[in-house]
């Protein structure tokens, strides 16, 4: 059974850094590609950032310049360094997963992720 457990959420204020893990089991995630996806209160989700089996990423523009996605396969999968955080990144944040055939796939789609965790609150106060 595949497990994706988000961990590192919390309230914030305006300007702060918070840095999400995602632990995993069940599945061979060197072979996935691996994404953060939030959703705000009234909001469809959005991803945030990917990034893929070989480690090129992608970021909304929102958020460029400000978050990081990485990972280690060995260890935790993903990771994300969010700095400079703004009131509009309150949201829930989602570790998402999906088997990809190469290492270049980037998965910008949330529809296209097969495996969530649970989310992650990440309130940000101005």
């Known amino acids: 059974q595949v497990q994706l457990v988000e961990s590192g959420g919390g309230l914030v204020q305006a300007g702060d850094s918070l840095r999400l893990s995602c632990a995993a089991s069940?599945?061979?995630?060197?072979?996935?590609?691996m994404g953060w996806v939030r959703q705000a209160p009234g909001k469809e989700r959005e991803l945030v950032a990917t990034?893929?089996?070989?480690?090129?990423?992608y970021y909304t523009n929102s958020v460029k310049g400000r978050f990081t996605i990485s990972r280690d396969n060995a260890k935790t999968p993903v990771w994300l360094q969010m700095n400079s955080l703004k009131p509009e990144d309150t949201a829930v944040y989602y570790c998402?997963?999906?088997?990809?055939?190469?290492?270049?796939?980037?998965?910008?789609?949330?529809?296209?992720?097969?495996?969530w965790g649970q989310g992650t609150q990440v309130p940000v106060s101005s």
């Open positions: 998402a997963a999906v088997l990809a055939a190469y290492d270049s796939i980037l998965v910008k789609a949330p529809t296209q992720y097969r495996y």
């Open positions: 069940g599945l061979t995630f060197g072979s996935c590609a």
């Open positions: 990034i893929s089996r070989g480690s090129t990423t």
